[in-house]
């Protein structure tokens, strides 16, 4: 079955970095997109960006343009998230999700939670002021 495993979160200092990786498993992600959302408590979950596997066509959250970025490592089947300038209202969970990737489909379709058929544990990340 398919599973996606997120690492690399932690605590760290306003203006520092993180890198969380998604090791991806069980299937062929090749028409995959694979997406990053968090959670911060007591708020609903916030698409953070997405990433074609294939193509590897980017896209992201008004909230993280600018600061963070999603890449992928084919040969490790692992979606990494690049975070800089980090800031205390970065403070989540950060989820990994996967689900097909149809050209049909494009703008807001692949920002929505709902459509996202396959998610990882999350990882917390703590941004301290």
């Known amino acids: 079955q398919v599973e996606l495993v997120e690492s690399g979160g932690g605590l760290v200092q306003a203006g520092g970095s993180l890198r969380l990786s998604c090791a991806a498993s069980g299937r062929r992600f090749s028409n995959y997109v694979m997406a990053w959302f968090r959670q911060a408590a007591g708020k609903e979950r916030e698409f953070v960006g997405r990433?074609?596997?294939?193509?590897?066509?980017?896209n992201y959250g008004d909230s993280v343009k600018g600061r963070f970025t999603i890449s992928r490592d084919n040969a490790k089947n692992t979606v990494y998230l690049q975070m800089n300038s980090l800031k205390p209202e970065d403070t989540a969970v950060y989820y990994c999700?996967?689900?097909?990737?149809?050209?049909?489909?494009?703008?807001?379709?692949?920002?929505?939670?709902?459509?996202?058929?396959?998610w990882g544990q999350g990882t917390q990340v703590t941004v301290s002021s």
């Open positions: 990433i074609t596997w294939s193509g590897g066509s980017t």
């Open positions: 999700a996967a689900t097909p990737w149809d050209t049909y489909y494009s703008g807001s379709y692949y920002t929505d939670s709902y459509k996202y058929n396959y």
